[in-house]
C-alpha cells in the first residue's frame, strides 16, 4: 500500500469530483477534479526539472489556492515540502535555503531580487515566482505540464515536509516531518473532531504553519468536503462566513477580533458546530466572552511544528478554559521533574510526548536528536505543564523562554543577538507580556550605551529591516541596567512582572 499522504486523501476525495473543495471570496470554486488535475501538472512539472523523490522544494509565498495545489503537488511527486514565512528576511531565508539544499524554489515577487542572489550563491538552479493572485512565472513554465501523473509511491518513514523552527540559541532546526507523522494526525483528528459530510471549514489561517497547512487543510482534505479560502483573516468576513459554515479554526487574536465585532452573536453562529483555537494561549476571558456572546465554547488544544497535535478539549463533554484537554489518542503525554519521574496531578513539570505524529528527528542535526528525544523514546516539548486529576493538561509555560505572539513562535535569543548589534545597544533582554489580542507580546529591554540617544522608534525601524514583523518588538524600554541573580544571570521573570500590561502596541 502506498503511504503517501496524497494517497491517502484521494481515498477520502468525493465519487463526484465535481464537488468543491475551495469556495472562493470572488466566487470561484476549485473543485476536486481540477485540484487533482493542477496537482498532478505541478508535479509533472517539478518531476521534470529532474527532481527526485526526497529532493526538497523551498515556498515562500503569499496564500492562494495555487500554493495549497502546489503542496499537494509536491507531495504526489515524493518530494519534501519546506514551507517559509511570508515574512522572513534575507539573512533568514539565506540560512534556511543553505541548510536544506533545496532542488528548487518558489518565491514570492517582492522576494525575488534577494532570493535570486541566495540561490546563486548556493548554486539552486530551479527559482520560480508565485504571487498572492496565483500568478507567475511558476503557473507560466507548468502550463504545459500533463495533468495526469501516478502519484510517487512513499513508505510511512519517508519526509513529506520539512518546517523550520527556531531554537533559543538562535539558531534554526528543521523538524523532519514524515507522512506517517502527517497522515496519522490528520486520521486522529479527523474522527475526534466529528467531520463528517456536511461539513464547510472556514480556512483564514496562513498556509506556512502546521495550525493553517496540516491541522486545517488536512481534516477538509480527509473529509471530502469544502472549506471558504481567504487570503488573510478578516473579521467581517469571518463573521459573514459563520452564517454559512460549520467550522472555523483559529488562533486567539481571531477570537479577540470577532468579539470586537458588533454582529458577533447567537444568531450569527446558529449553523457552526465547532471552534478550534490553538497556537498560542487562550486567555479565560476571551473563552468566557465568547461563548456568552455566542453560545458556544471554543475548543482548544495543543500541539507543536515537531508534533502536530497531541492533546484536545472533547468535542462531546467538557471544554475547560484554561486547559488543552486530555491527550489524543494514540499520543502518549506525560508530564515528569527534573530527574524524570511522573509528576502527581496538580504538580508543573517537563512536557514529554511519543506517538506517530512525533517528529523523525531534526534535518543534519544528530546530536540534536539524541538531546531532544529520552531514552524510551519521548520528545521532550519544552513546555512546562501539569495534569488535573481528571487527565486535562494545562501548560504552565516554556522552558526555553519560547513567545508566542499571535500564533507564532519568537525566539528571544534570536531578537537579543539582532538587538545588541545595533549601534548605541550595550545589552538588551527580550521577554514576552500578555496581550489581548496577540496572547504575548514581545518587549524588548535594552541598555544604551552612555551618551547614546537611540529611541523607541529607532530600534523598532531597524530590526523591521532585519526581522519578521512578528518578531519586532511591540515596546522597546530603556534601562540603567537589567536585573540579575547572584549568578548574574538576567532574571527576566522579573522584567515580565514589571513589564505586564505594557505589551499593547
Given at each position: 500500500?502506498?503511504?503517501?499522504?496524497?494517497?491517502t486523501?484521494?481515498?477520502?476525495?468525493?465519487?463526484?469530483?465535481?464537488?468543491?473543495?475551495l469556495l472562493?471570496g470572488?466566487?470561484?470554486?476549485?473543485?476536486y477534479?481540477?485540484?487533482?488535475?493542477?496537482?498532478?501538472?505541478?508535479?509533472?512539472?517539478?518531476?521534470g526539472?529532474?527532481?527526485?523523490?526526497?529532493?526538497?522544494?523551498?515556498?515562500?509565498?503569499?496564500?492562494?489556492?495555487?500554493?495549497?495545489?502546489?503542496?499537494?503537488?509536491?507531495?504526489?511527486?515524493?518530494?519534501?515540502?519546506?514551507?517559509?514565512?511570508?515574512?522572513?528576511?534575507?539573512?533568514?531565508?539565506?540560512?534556511f535555503?543553505?541548510?536544506?539544499?533545496?532542488?528548487?524554489?518558489?518565491?514570492?515577487?517582492?522576494?525575488?531580487?534577494t532570493?535570486?542572489?541566495?540561490c546563486?550563491?548556493?548554486?539552486i538552479?530551479?527559482?520560480?515566482?508565485l504571487?498572492?493572485?496565483g500568478?507567475?512565472?511558476?503557473?507560466?513554465?507548468?502550463?504545459?505540464s500533463p495533468e495526469?501523473?501516478?502519484?510517487?509511491?512513499?513508505?510511512?518513514?519517508d519526509?513529506?515536509a520539512?518546517?523550520?523552527?527556531?531554537g533559543?540559541?538562535?539558531?534554526?532546526?528543521?523538524?523532519?516531518?514524515?507522512?506517517r507523522?502527517?497522515?496519522?494526525?490528520?486520521?486522529?483528528?479527523?474522527?475526534?473532531?466529528?467531520?463528517?459530510p456536511e461539513?464547510?471549514?472556514?480556512?483564514?489561517?496562513?498556509?506556512f504553519?502546521?495550525?493553517g497547512?496540516?491541522?486545517?487543510?488536512?481534516?477538509?482534505l480527509?473529509?471530502?468536503?469544502?472549506?471558504?479560502?481567504?487570503?488573510k483573516?478578516?473579521?467581517g468576513?469571518?463573521l459573514?462566513?459563520?452564517?454559512?459554515?460549520?467550522?472555523?479554526?483559529?488562533?486567539p487574536?481571531f477570537?479577540?477580533?470577532?468579539l470586537?465585532?458588533?454582529?458577533?452573536?447567537?444568531?450569527?453562529?446558529s449553523?457552526?458546530r465547532?471552534?478550534?483555537?490553538?497556537?498560542a494561549?487562550?486567555?479565560?476571558?476571551?473563552?468566557e466572552?465568547?461563548?456568552?456572546?455566542?453560545?458556544?465554547?471554543i475548543l482548544?488544544r495543543?500541539?507543536?511544528?515537531?508534533t502536530?497535535?497531541?492533546?484536545?478539549?472533547?468535542l462531546?463533554?467538557e471544554?475547560?478554559a484554561?486547559?488543552?484537554?486530555?491527550?489524543?489518542?494514540?499520543?502518549?503525554?506525560?508530564?515528569?521533574?527534573?530527574?524524570?519521574?511522573?509528576?502527581?496531578?496538580?504538580?508543573?513539570?517537563h512536557?514529554?510526548?511519543?506517538?506517530?505524529?512525533?517528529?523523525?528527528?531534526?534535518w543534519?542535526?544528530?546530536?540534536?536528536?539524541?538531546?531532544?528525544?529520552?531514552?524510551?523514546?519521548?520528545?521532550?516539548?519544552?513546555?512546562?505543564?501539569?495534569?488535573?486529576?481528571?487527565?486535562?493538561?494545562?501548560?504552565?509555560g516554556?522552558?526555553?523562554?519560547?513567545?508566542?505572539?499571535g500564533g507564532?513562535?519568537?525566539?528571544?535569543?534570536e531578537i537579543?543577538l539582532?538587538l545588541?548589534e545595533?549601534p548605541?545597544?550595550?545589552?538588551?533582554a527580550?521577554v514576552?507580556?500578555?496581550?489581548a489580542?496577540?496572547?504575548?507580546?514581545?518587549?524588548?529591554?535594552?541598555?544604551?550605551?552612555?551618551?547614546?540617544t537611540?529611541?523607541?522608534?529607532?530600534?523598532?525601524?531597524?530590526?523591521?529591516?532585519?526581522?519578521?514583523?512578528?518578531k519586532?518588538?511591540?515596546?522597546?524600554?530603556?534601562?540603567?541596567?537589567?536585573?540579575?541573580?547572584?549568578?548574574?544571570?538576567?532574571?527576566?521573570?522579573?522584567?515580565?512582572?514589571?513589564?505586564s500590561?505594557?505589551?499593547?502596541?
Amino acid at each position: 500500500m502506498n503511504a503517501n499522504l496524497y494517497s491517502t486523501f484521494e481515498q477520502r476525495f468525493p465519487a463526484d469530483r465535481g464537488r468543491p473543495l475551495l469556495l472562493l471570496g470572488s466566487g470561484r470554486e476549485v473543485s476536486y477534479a481540477e485540484a487533482d488535475a493542477t496537482s498532478a501538472r505541478y508535479a509533472a512539472f517539478l518531476a521534470g526539472l529532474g527532481l527526485v523523490p526526497g529532493d526538497r522544494v523551498a515556498v515562500q509565498v503569499e496564500k492562494s489556492p495555487e500554493a495549497l495545489l502546489l503542496y499537494l503537488a509536491c507531495l504526489r511527486a515524493g518530494l519534501v515540502y519546506l514551507p517559509l514565512n511570508t515574512a522572513y528576511q534575507q539573512a533568514e531565508v539565506g540560512y534556511f535555503l543553505e541548510n536544506a539544499q533545496p532542488g528548487a524554489v518558489i518565491s514570492q515577487p517582492r522576494s525575488l531580487g534577494t532570493t535570486q542572489a541566495i540561490c546563486a550563491q548556493q548554486g539552486i538552479r530551479n527559482l520560480f515566482v508565485l504571487d498572492e493572485h496565483g500568478q507567475g512565472g511558476f503557473l507560466d513554465a507548468a502550463r504545459a505540464s500533463p495533468e495526469r501523473f501516478t502519484t510517487v509511491e512513499r513508505a510511512e518513514s519517508d519526509l513529506a515536509a520539512i518546517l523550520y523552527t527556531s531554537g533559543t540559541t538562535g539558531r534554526s532546526k528543521g523538524a523532519m516531518i514524515t507522512h506517517r507523522n502527517l497522515a496519522s494526525n490528520a486520521e486522529v483528528l479527523h474522527r475526534e473532531w466529528g467531520f463528517g459530510p456536511e461539513d464547510v471549514l472556514v480556512h483564514m489561517l496562513p498556509l506556512f504553519h502546521v495550525h493553517g497547512l496540516f491541522v486545517a487543510c488536512h481534516c477538509v482534505l480527509m473529509n471530502g468536503t469544502a472549506m471558504r479560502f481567504h487570503a488573510k483573516f478578516d473579521a467581517g468576513a469571518a463573521l459573514a462566513d459563520l452564517r454559512r459554515s460549520t467550522v472555523f479554526m483559529g488562533v486567539p487574536t481571531f477570537y479577540t477580533r470577532l468579539l470586537a465585532e458588533p454582529g458577533l452573536d447567537r444568531a450569527a453562529c446558529s449553523r457552526m458546530r465547532l471552534f478550534v483555537s490553538g497556537s498560542a494561549p487562550l486567555l479565560a476571558e476571551t473563552h468566557e466572552a465568547f461563548e456568552q456572546r455566542t453560545g458556544q465554547r471554543i475548543l482548544e488544544r495543543y500541539g507543536m511544528t515537531e508534533t502536530g497535535m497531541l492533546t484536545s478539549n472533547p468535542l462531546h463533554g467538557e471544554r475547560r478554559a484554561g486547559t488543552v484537554g486530555r491527550p489524543l489518542p494514540g499520543t502518549d503525554v506525560r508530564v515528569v521533574d527534573d530527574a524524570g519521574e511522573t509528576c502527581k496531578p496538580g504538580a508543573i513539570g517537563h512536557v514529554q510526548v511519543r506517538g506517530p505524529n512525533v517528529l523523525s528527528g531534526y534535518w543534519r542535526l544528530p546530536e540534536k536528536n539524541k538531546e531532544e528525544f529520552t531514552a524510551d523514546g519521548y520528545f521532550k516539548t519544552g513546555d512546562m505543564g501539569s495534569f488535573s486529576t481528571d487527565g486535562y493538561l494545562t501548560i504552565a509555560g516554556r522552558s526555553k523562554d519560547l513567545i508566542i505572539s499571535g500564533g507564532f513562535n519568537v525566539y528571544p535569543k534570536e531578537i537579543e543577538l539582532a538587538l545588541d548589534e545595533l549601534p548605541g545597544v550595550r545589552e538588551s533582554a527580550v521577554v514576552g507580556v500578555p496581550h489581548a489580542d496577540f496572547g504575548e507580546a514581545v518587549t524588548a529591554v535594552v541598555v544604551r550605551v552612555p551618551g547614546d540617544t537611540t529611541s523607541e522608534a529607532d530600534v523598532i525601524a531597524a530590526l523591521k529591516a532585519r526581522l519578521a514583523n512578528f518578531k519586532v518588538p511591540k515596546r522597546v524600554h530603556f534601562v540603567e541596567e537589567l536585573p540579575r541573580n547572584t549568578m548574574g544571570k538576567v532574571q527576566k521573570n522579573v522584567l515580565r512582572d514589571r513589564y505586564s500590561g505594557g505589551g499593547r502596541g
